[in-house]
Nanobody, 123 residues
Framework: QVQLVESGGGLVQAGGSLRLSCAASGRTFSGFVMGWFRQAPGKEREFVSAISSSGGTSYADSTKGRFTISRDNAKNTVYLQMNGLKPEDTAVYYC?????????????????WGQGTQVTVSS
């Protein structure tokens, strides 16, 4: 089993920045695809970004140019740097992981999830 713990959320003004962290434990971290998803109240969980075991990245269109995903395999941690935050970015952000994923934008593809961290962007 893989355990994931997110941190780094908070309240920021529009245009501000946050860096989310996801610490993983369990199986070999370097072999996993890691993803970030977010969910606002009453909304579906949506894809934000993902990074493969080889370092390839994917971003939702709404976050391109503003968000950057990265991973530090030595620390078993994945990061999401969020710049130029907008009120519509407000959501609970979840870290997800799996060893083998065909479509990393699909939340159903991930077996392991963190508890989420709240990001609130004020206008």
């Amino acid at each position: 089993q893989v355990q994931l713990v997110e941190s780094g959320g908070g309240l920021v003004q529009a245009g501000g920045s946050l860096r989310l962290s996801c610490a993983a434990s369990g199986r070999t971290f370097s072999g996993f695809v890691m993803g970030w998803f977010r969910q606002a109240p009453g909304k579906e969980r949506e894809f934000v970004s993902a990074i493969s075991s080889s370092g390839g990245t994917s971003y939702a269109d709404s976050t391109k140019g503003r968000f950057t995903i990265s991973r530090d395999n030595a620390k078993n941690t994945v990061y999401l740097q969020m710049n130029g935050l907008k009120p519509e970015d407000t959501a609970v952000y979840y870290c997800a992981a799996d060893r083998r994923i065909i479509r990393p934008t699909n939340p159903d593809a991930y077996d392991y999830w963190g508890q989420g961290t709240q990001v609130t962007v004020s206008s």
